[in-house]
């Protein structure tokens, strides 16, 4: 949902949220890349049926006479990852009402490139797959993961132009829209629509809170725990729960920043002249209240959870759907059709789709290359957003059922993802150091 936000009403500076993105997505890289290397290792040593035994563990809530239970696996995939989404969601709010989507102008060549970026992909693994039962995983090359892609743009330095990292970042969180959109209307399972009907009442609640102002973290947590049990229960992916619960968080801030910097100047002032301790107290609680009210619930949300997102909650994932079994003929297994259509989907599919729409919405005069940016560094970053990894594992969860299957594609997603991140770092740091 896009709501109109008047500047001097959003006290969030982009530079820091953006910034803040920047550090948790690179850190949460390395992470993210020494995790998938202990479950690989984990998953095909001698301890190797303790790895997944663990994700097998059933998991019961229970409460009086209502009980919940999944096994760890569905809860990290169906639970924890909504926390995941729900950072998606935010991300894709923040931009669209003061970020790099808030004008058309500015949002249209990674809108672009983004779609050119799912479409290629797509096309290339219904190339090897249509009118097979695995043509159902045609979702999964189209995703890109952000915080890989940005990890491995930060490495080529303060040569990459800022530009280029802003494009990327929208690029990818249009991609991110994309996945959501994807997994909501074509990895469902039958649909309850009791289910629907009540988590759209849900939405309705969550609708009129947020045009109230409501900034009560409290408020938006219970709400969206319904929100997800309705749609856990309703047969849509509870994910997507997540990113609607996102769009209903308020981007708007209480006071402006005129009136936030005269209460702060004018408490600081009053806190050099006054020497009463009591007094003292009062203006910091003060200072703090305003401090709160200057900030959306929003941007409050976003920079509280960016840490236990990048720190916690992917690794955890990647931990528990990373270790593939490498068994058997490894070389027959990428050049099965599955995994063909996965790998060249991801690494041919995304940069023909991103590079040739650029090329030809900037040829035609429909949008423009940003400023700094060369077509070699465009070029290179088609081969970043060819990691998939973390959604396109996520993906890959919900199109297949048949273990093999999904092993062939975890494999090639891992193999194409490696390619593609060091192809991309040599060919950023070439491009950079040419400009």
Known sequence: MKQHVPRSRTISVLSRSFRDFI???????????AVTVTALVWANSGAAASYFALWETNVTFAFGGFSL???????????????????????????????????????????LAAVGGMAGPALVYLIFNAGTPAAHGWGIPMATDIAFALGVLALAGDRVPPALKVFLAALAIVDDMGA???????????LSLAMLAAGAGVL????????????????????????????????????????????MIPVRSRIDKSDFLRETKHAVE??????ASAAENELIHHVAAVTEDAQSPLHRMEHALQPYVAFLIMPVFALAN????????????LISPVALGVGLGLIIGKQ????????????????????????????????????????????????????????????AILAASTVAGVAGMVLVKKSTRRK
């Not at 970020?99 to 500015?106: D, M, P, Q, T």
């Not at 959501?180 to 074509?186: D, E, G």
């Not at 990373?322 to 297994?333: E, M, R």
């Open 270 to 275: 009053r806190l050099e002249n006054d020497d």
């Open 352 to 411: 023909a789709g991103i590079f040739g729409i650029t090329w030809l919405a900037v040829r035609t005069g429909v949008a423009v290359l940003p400023s700094g940016v060369s077509w070699p560094m465009i070029y290179a970053l088609t081969w970043l957003c060819a990691i998939g990894f973390t959604m396109a594992l996520f993906i890959a969860g919900l199109a297949f059922t048949d273990p093999a299957t999904m092993d062939v594609a975890k494999i």
């Open 204 to 247: 309705v609640l969550l609708f009129i809170a947020n045009r109230m102002n409501v900034r009560s973290t409290a408020v938006y947590l219970l709400l969206g725990l319904a929100l997800w049990f309705c749609f856990l229960k309703s047969g849509v992916h509870a994910t997507v729960a997540g990113v609607l619960l996102a769009m």
């Open 322 to 333: 990373a270790g593939v079994a490498l068994q058997g003929d490894i070389a027959a297994s």
């Open 23 to 33: 550090t948790s997505s690179t850190a949460g890289g390395v992470i993210l890349l």
């Open 69 to 111: 239970s999944k096994t760890l696996h569905h809860w990290i995939n169906d639970g924890l990852m909504v926390i995941f989404f729900f950072m998606v969601g935010l991300e894709i709010k923040r931009e669209i009402a003061v970020g790099e989507l808030a004008s058309f102008k500015k949002a249209l060549l990674p809108i």
């Open 180 to 190: 959501v959109l994807v997994i909501a209307l074509f990895y469902t399972s039958e």
